[in-house]
C-alpha cells in the first residue's frame, strides 16, 4: 500500500503542477495586451534575447550545413542520386532541424538566462516591491519577454536554415564538386515555400513559446534562494527540450501526414 500511495502522491503533484502551469499562462496570457501597449520593452526583450543568442545560432547551424552535406552525399551517392543533396538538406533543415536545433540551443542560452534574471529578481525581493507599489510583475516583466521569445525564435530558425544551406553548399560544391546550378535549381524547384518553409515557421514559433514560457514560470515559481535559482535553470533546460521533442512529433504528424 505504501507503493500505491507514493505513485498516488506523486500523480496528484504532476496534476496539480500542470494546473497550476496551465493558470499561470492563463494569467500571462491576459496581460499580454498591456505589454503591447509598451512595444519598447518587448524590442529591449527581443534584443537580449534574439541578438545576443544569434552567435551561437549562425555557427552551430553553419556546422551543421557542412556536416549534413557530407552525411547525405555518403548516402545519396550509393543509390546514384547525388544530384538530390541540395534537396535533401534544405528539406531537413527548414522542415526538421532548423526549428528543433535551434529551440534546443534557444533553451540553454536564452531560456536560462530568462529563468536565472527572474529567480534573481525574486530572490532579491523586486518581484515583491512591484506588487507593494500596485504593479502587475506579469506585465511588467513576464509579458514583454514572452512575446519577445515568440518573436525571436522564428526569426533565429530562419536564420539557421539559412547558414546551415550555405554552408551544406560550400562542402557541396566546393569540396565535394557538385554542380552549383543544379543544387540550386532542384531546391527552387521541389521546395514548396508554404508547406515546407511555412510548416518550418509555424513549428519555430511553437517552440519558442513552449522554452519562453517554461523559462518564465520555472523562474518566477523558484524558491527565492541561490540553490533554487540553480535548481530552476536546469529544470528549465530539460523541461524545454523534452516538450520540444515531443510537441515537434505531433507537429510533424499533423503537418505533413497528407501529401
Not at 499561470?24 to 537580449?48: D, E, H, M, N, S
Not at 543568442?53 to 556536416?67: D, E, K, M, Q, R
Not at 518564465?216 to 530539460?238: C, D, H, K, N, S
Not at 524545454?240 to 505533413?256: E, G, K, R
Amino acid at each position: 500500500m505504501g507503493f500505491v500511495q507514493s505513485i498516488g502522491a506523486r500523480v496528484l503533484a504532476a496534476l496539480h503542477g500542470l494546473g497550476h502551469a496551465a493558470l499561470f499562462f492563463v494569467g500571462l496570457v491576459g496581460v499580454l495586451p498591456q505589454a503591447l501597449r509598451r512595444f519598447g520593452l518587448v524590442i529591449t526583450q527581443v534584443y537580449a534575447i534574439g541578438n545576443r543568442s544569434l552567435v551561437i545560432i549562425l555557427a552551430s547551424g553553419l556546422a551543421v550545413g557542412f556536416v549534413l552535406a557530407l552525411q547525405m552525399y555518403y548516402a545519396l551517392v550509393t543509390y546514384g542520386a547525388a544530384e538530390s543533396l541540395g534537396l535533401v538538406v534544405n528539406l531537413s533543415l527548414v522542415r526538421e532541424l532548423g526549428p528543433v536545433v535551434t529551440a534546443l540551443l534557444f533553451a540553454g542560452r536564452a531560456g536560462t538566462s530568462l529563468t536565472a534574471e527572474i529567480g534573481l529578481m525574486k530572490a532579491g525581493e523586486q518581484i515583491a516591491a512591484m506588487e507593494l507599489m500596485a504593479i502587475d510583475p506579469r506585465a511588467r516583466v513576464l509579458a514583454p519577454r514572452f512575446i519577445a521569445g515568440a518573436i525571436s525564435m522564428p526569426l533565429l530558425a530562419i536564420l539557421f536554415s539559412a547558414i546551415g544551406i550555405l554552408g551544406a553548399w560550400v562542402v557541396a560544391v566546393g569540396l565535394i564538386g557538385i554542380d552549383a546550378g543544379n543544387f540550386w535549381s532542384i531546391q527552387q524547384n521541389k521546395v514548396d515555400i508554404w508547406r515546407d518553409v511555412g510548416n518550418g515557421v509555424v513549428k519555430s514559433a511553437v517552440f519558442g513559446l513552449i522554452c519562453t514560457f517554461v523559462a518564465l514560470y520555472q523562474g518566477y515559481e523558484t524558491q527565492a534562494t541561490p540553490e533554487g535559482v540553480a535548481y530552476a535553470t536546469t529544470r528549465t533546460v530539460v523541461i524545454s527540450s523534452l516538450a520540444v521533442l515531443a510537441m515537434d512529433f505531433i507537429l510533424t504528424a499533423l503537418m505533413f501526414s497528407t501529401p
